[in-house]
């Protein structure tokens, strides 16, 4: 069965204080790996998508890599606008994308 | 401006009654998806359409129905068969690249609630 498991369930972060949130995955076939960020009471945005182990993306403060089993996203001296649960998907189906449960960043002045 | 637009924001609905939620794209999409999001959980797929006049159940598509009539809406109904209605309900619709990637894109959420 496909699945997605995200860690850790939050983090919390002093300001400038860099880190990697963990997406682990196990889906037969993949066909890319999604990054989105989700703030509270809004629809997730669109980050990254990767598609090869390797592959490494990179928006301002955020920098996406993938491997054959998981994707990590560094977050580099991170400020407390980049809080904001981070979600991973991989494609299932249907074209349905299978998420992970989400890391709720936290990042204080 | 181009994009996915929900209505409305709130919805409240009262004991037996049925409830449609609006989702509108002008991205020129061919597939649209609504997802449910409860706390603490992931977002599970609800329904999908990947053409006008067809669409497919998703993972927990009881108590729900939708319908595509237009390229740009995906309006979802949820009726007095869906006994925990109460969560965060997202629509999206995706584009492919020349390479044949697909990418999706969500709207702003619409949250029910149930009086």
């Known amino acids: 069965e496909d699945q997605v498991t995200q860690s850790p369930e939050a983090l919390r972060l002093q300001e400038g204080e860099s880190s990697s949130l963990n997406c682990s995955y196990t889906?037969?076939?993949?066909?890319?790996l999604f990054w989105y960020r989700q703030d509270p009471g809004k629809g997730p945005e669109f980050l990254f998508t990767?598609?090869?182990a390797g592959e490494e993306k990179e928006k301002e403060r955020l920098k996406a890599t993938l491997t054959k089993k998981e994707s990590f996203l560094h977050i580099t001296a991170p400020k407390p606008e980049d809080s904001a649960t981070y979600l991973c998907?991989?494609?299932?189906?249907?074209?349905?994308?299978?998420f992970g449960q989400g890391t709720e960043l936290s990042v204080k002045p | 401006d181009g994009g996915i637009t929900q209505s409305p924001k709130y919805l409240f609905r009262k004991e037996g009654q049925n409830v449609t939620l609006s989702c509108e794209q002008n991205?020129?999409?061919?597939?649209m998806y609504w997802y449910r999001q409860d706390p603490g959980q992931g977002l599970r797929l609800i329904y999908y359409?990947?053409?006008?006049?067809?669409?497919q159940k998703g993972d927990i598509a009881e108590g729900y129905s939708v319908s595509r009539e237009k390229k740009e809406s995906f309006p979802l109904t949820v009726t007095s068969a869906q006994k925990n209605p109460t969560a965060f309900y997202l629509c999206?619709?995706?584009?492919?690249?020349?390479?044949?990637?697909?990418?999706?894109?969500f709207g702003p959420g619409t949250r029910l609630l149930v009086l």
């Open positions: 990767l598609y090869s």
């Open positions: 991205l020129n999409h061919d597939a």
């Open positions: 998907a991989v494609p299932g189906g249907g074209g349905k994308l299978i």
């Open positions: 889906v037969s076939g993949l066909r890319g």
């Open positions: 999206a619709s995706s584009t492919w690249d020349t390479s044949g990637r697909e990418t999706q894109y």
């Open positions: 359409s990947q053409i006008v006049n067809d669409f």
